[in-house]
């Protein structure tokens, strides 16, 4: 029998709520808007590193495209916090579509006029296209290195859609609102101890909603998939409708990260969709624990801070420091930082249970 507390669920749990709980206190002790924004972010980064946990650490689908998802959801964010700007009657067209020589209201940009409609627009449209596109993909039965490949041509294809576009999507300037983002009559600050919260609640919802996921008899079957997918199509499961699912969801994680994004910086830009942010989405889980939602969380909030602060010291070798640390993960720790807690877990939980023997 494991008695390896690492697998234990009750302290499993207990430690999700107690991070969680430690995490929604950060702003009695930090209450500098600009520290507490970037520690929002770190937040929203920690969302997409659980959407790569999700579909390749649990599901065995390295997708390198989760960025097509946070930037459609982010663009449609954009979208609708400009148009809370805009006046129907005096002021009905974007400045940028203006410098562009657009001279009405793109018929696609209609439907942001209502901020319900945008918000759905925002989750609904990224989560379609991830429904559509895994369905295509693994009816097919694309799997390994050719996933990865598929997502991230497609990914490739977004942004130079969104950076060529420019009348509609003001190209590489990228879309600004000049307001917060308003909903039920309330401004969200996002310099505020507001907008930390709200990230985080949605990190705390998505983060135990897929683990709660994972425990059932679904996340149970999408695991036995990852280790051995033509057993599992041989014992008579719909390999291709289980993967489809996983990865749409994936798709929905990913997407409110984006529209929390433009959410606390009020900016969106086809860097959204740049390749290398994707791929950093997979660094940050691969060094938490691919396996580990919570591992994914600790990877991205660890590695974006300490670019935050030792990124400028180092400069341009702050990328080769994370490539040789991603490297050594790949090679000595597999399961990241949180398989190093299970395996110093694991010889504590070894020693207690020959101590226990003893007795």
Not at 219 to 233: F, K, N, S
Not at 293 to 322: H, K, R
């Amino acid at each position: 029998m494991n008695g390896n507390l690492y697998h234990n669920r009750k302290a499993q749990w207990a430690v999700y709520i107690t991070v969680f709980a430690l995490l929604a206190l950060l702003p009695t002790y930090y209450d500098n808007p600009f520290t507490l924004n970037q520690f929002a972010r770190y937040i929203v980064f920690s969302i997409t590193a659980v959407s790569v946990s999700l579909v390749w650490g649990y599901g065995g689908i390295l997708s390198l495209g989760q960025g097509i998802a946070f930037g459609m959801g982010a663009y449609a964010m954009g979208a609708t916090m400009q148009m809370q700007y805009q006046d129907p009657e005096s002021d009905p067209i974007p400045t940028f579509m203006l410098t562009n020589e657009l001279e009405t209201l793109p018929l696609v940009w209609e439907p942001f006029w209502s901020t319900p409609i945008g918000l759905a627009l925002a989750i609904g449209l990224p989560t379609f296209f991830f429904l559509v596109f895994g369905w295509m993909m693994f009816q097919a039965r694309v799997a390994g290195v050719f996933v990865a490949i598929m997502t991230l041509a497609m990914l490739a294809a977004w942004y130079s859609v969104v950076y060529d576009m420019q009348p509609f999507t003001a190209g590489f300037n990228g879309i600004s609102p000049p307001m917060p983002f308003e909903i039920f009559g309330t401004q969200i600050d996002p310099y505020s101890a507001t907008s930390y919260w709200i990230c985080l609640a949605f990190l705390t919802v998505l983060t135990l909603g897929t683990k709660l996921l994972l425990h059932t008899k679904f996340g149970l079957i999408v695991q036995a998939m990852r280790d051995d997918p033509e057993r599992a199509r041989f014992l008579g499961y719909n390999v291709a409708y289980y993967q489809t699912v996983l990865f749409t969801l994936s798709g929905f994680i990913a997407a409110w990260a984006g529209i929390l994004w433009v959410m606390i910086v009020q900016f969106v830009s086809p860097t959204s969709m740049e390749i290398m942010l994707s791929i950093s989405f997979v660094i940050w889980a691969a060094v938490g624990g691919r396996t580990s939602l919570l591992g994914a969380i600790m990877g991205a909030f660890l590695i974006n801070l300490g670019q935050s602060y030792a990124g400028d010291a180092f400069q341009a070798y702050w990328l080769i420091i994370i490539g040789i640390v991603f490297i050594a993960i790949v090679l000595f720790l597999p399961k990241g930082l949180a398989g190093l807690f299970e395996i110093i877990l694991g010889k504590l939980s070894g020693q207690n249970s020959k101590a226990n023997q003893g007795a």
